[in-house]
């Protein structure tokens, strides 16, 4: 289970990265801190369900591909 945390943190962190958004300010966008952004990052945690919506909304991308499912945005 460990590694579908790894390929989502890895997503979030390239789609963070790819809008030039800092830790605090995607955590802001979404409603969590920005150590619960570092545990994404990192693998710690995975999203629930309503902040996956929330980041698929703000990246303009599907859940799909924030899991690591599909590479179709």
Do not use: W
Request: hydrophobic fraction near 35%.
């Amino acid at each position: 289970m460990m590694e579908n945390y790894n390929v989502t943190g890895q997503i979030i962190k390239a789609l963070r990265q790819e809008k030039h958004l800092k830790m605090y300010e995607l955590g802001e966008a979404i409603g969590v801190s920005k150590s619960c952004i570092s545990n994404y990052e990192s693998g710690y945690n995975v999203p629930s369900r309503e902040n996956l919506m929330k980041l698929s909304e703000l990246f303009e991308v599907n859940i799909d591909y924030l899991l690591g499912k599909t590479e179709i945005r």
